[in-house]
């Protein structure tokens, strides 16, 4: 059976596991989506998963092992984000089941009003391989910040899409459609890519000599004391 597979990065607060489980689930019939989080969450809908940096791979530990279409991946957001992309291309490399459906990366807005140090080298990054952007929280107070971040992609050209989450009625069915709209093609059939789009070419995946990433990707939540 093939399985889509959600990757979501977010930023401290946002509370993406609740809006996700929310949007998900249906009380009449079997969980559609079975979720990963490096914290268990739900014994009976989640599992969670270690990353092994030394071999680069993603290590799932199901509670309650179901066969799903879909599956959501929770990143963290105090570890590398590069090494947990390549960890999640060499898992789906090993199964043949798993397909790639989108990056989802969920904002707390109030984030936007006092910025961590290397906040934006973290987005642009974080940016580079996301389908689907989502701002929680949206205020009067931090309207503007979010449509300065939405502008820069706009106008930048990602074709990633953007999203203000209200407490009801959002587009749940486009925000999980799994079309791809990310900068990065290295989640693409390699087959079907061109060299200079291949993992090992990526801005933020090519590596020096040393082994060290060329462009590394700063950790601007590791103080936070509710990081992910």
Known sequence: MTCSLYL???TPRAGAFDLLQSATSDDDAPPAFYFH???LNNPEKSGTWKFDSEIVRMHFEDAKPQETHEKIIFLSNSLGIADQIEGCLETIRENDSLV???VLTFIDSEILHHTPPDFQDWID????????MLFVHRSNNNASAIQQLIDRYTNMR???ETFILGKKNNPWTR???????????VFDPVEL????DLPEHDRYL??????EYKQKVPLPFLNDHISF
Do not use: N, Q
Request: proline share 7%; aromatic share 4%.
């Open 158 to 160: 990602y074709p990633m």
């Open 206 to 211: 090519s590596r020096l000599a040393s082994g």
């Open 193 to 196: 890519l061109e060299d200079e």
């Open 100 to 102: 790639m459906a989108r």
């Open 175 to 185: 925000i999980l459609d799994p079309t791809p709209r990310r900068l990065s093609h």
């Open 125 to 132: 990054a974080v940016a580079h391989f996301t389908d689907s």
């Open 37 to 39: 989080a490096s914290k």
């Open 8 to 10: 979501v990065i977010e």
